[in-house]
């Protein structure tokens, strides 16, 4: 069904529109809803596809005939590393398997960074009298909150489809050496899904900057996360990097949690083989080796590249149906009306919706006192403070396929009443 703009409807059709959603706003709330788009965890349903690991390992020993219950293997096994290489488009000897949180290696990194500074720093970043990163917006929450963490200043550029602008990147970072890095999640990020094109990863690669210790946080969080057969593949910034003369600028960072099981997996780190060594020289001084039996298990489940690749066709099988889903609720209860647009990924975990200027925080208010939880608006910006009031992340993965649909259409309404009370004034 089309519908006609808000900003189109005459003062007295508005306040008439505006009547109709408080009534089927309070017909939501009556309902006793309890549900929960806020974060992107996998459901049930995904978490059982990897009960096979619960039985394994079948062996204590790797290929090389070492006791994985032992001390030692601070890198990871080498099977693993290799599998996942291959996914990762990089060498098995600059990556790193570790235990179960890529952002821990990411926070890891920022303190080392911090505490010691890189192979290609001058001195240690606390000795700096001011850090700043570039944050692409809307971008991943735990990242900023990485940042404000350590008193380390955010700058904002937007997330393009193509990747963060670049043009605004290269100007910032040319001639301040206090910027000392940036966030990207190249492929389907969170939460626009869009695919870093190889163009924009050549540049970002290749740029000059002030700091000569500029580093790529280069979260690959969703490289395997495709929701169609149209599988996109991410930019080689290693790669590229080396070729263009600064083979240290990139640490690249994913994991299996959303893989395997979330909290029980493995995560990875991958950069230049002097960053690995860095990495694990600081590593080393508080640990004595990740959960090998647990990386031990993860080869016997997988196999290989391909078996991987395989299980993630059946996590898309499972969740594919929910965006599709989100996208039909916001069409047919928000097309046409001028108050909302978002976007229909091909991969990753989220929806991205931008409602009217100003009313995002109004919509999540909405939608809590409905009994549908949402991620806080301002979320996806630094400090969470989001200039526009404007931007909502939606997280469909774990609940049912029918609970999906309720939420939508809960958000649908908050939506449309947000939209007309500020229209109305």
Partial sequence: ????????????????????????????VARGLKLDLT????????????????????????????DVRNYGGLAGLTELREMFAELLWVEPDQVVAGGNSSLTMMRDCLFDLVLFGGVDSERPWSREEKVRFVCPVPGY???????????????TVAMNDDGPDVDAVRALVADDPSIKGMWVVPTYANPTGAVVSQEVAAELAAMPTAAPDFKIFWDNAYAVHHLTEEEAKSADILTLAAAAGHPHRPIMFASTSKISFAGAGVAFLAAS?????????????GSIGPDKVNQLRHVEFFGSADGVREHMRKHREIIAPKFAEVDRVLTERLGGRGVATWNTPVGGYF???????????????????????????????????????????????????????????????????????????
């Fill in 273 to 285: 083989t002097e960053n690995v060594r860095w990495y694990l020289g600081h590593l080393g001084n």
């Fill in 351 to 425: 929806v991205n919706l931008d409602v009217l200027p100003g009313t995002a925080g109004r919509v999540v208010a909405l939608a809590e006192e409905a009994g549908v939880a949402l991620t806080p608006a301002g979320s996806s910006y630094p400090y969470k403070q989001d200039p526009e009031d404007t931007n909502i992340r939606l997280a469909p993965t774990m609940p049912p396929l029918e609970e999906v649909t309720a939420a939508m259409e809960a958000v649908a309404t908050c939506v449309l009443l947000a939209a007309a009370e500020k229209l109305a004034g």
């Fill in 39 to 66: 974060r992107g965890k996998p459901s049930a349903e995904q978490l059982d596809l990897a009960d096979g690991l619960l039985s394994l390992p079948s062996s204590t020993k790797d290929a090389s005939g070492t």
């Fill in 141 to 155: 929450d735990r990242h900023f909150t990485l940042l404000e963490s350590l008193g380390i200043e955010m700058v």
């Fill in 1 to 28: 069904m089309a519908h006609a703009p808000l900003t189109d409807l005459s003062p007295r059709h508005l306040e008439a529109f505006l009547e109709e959603q408080k009534e089927s706003y309070d017909d939501l």
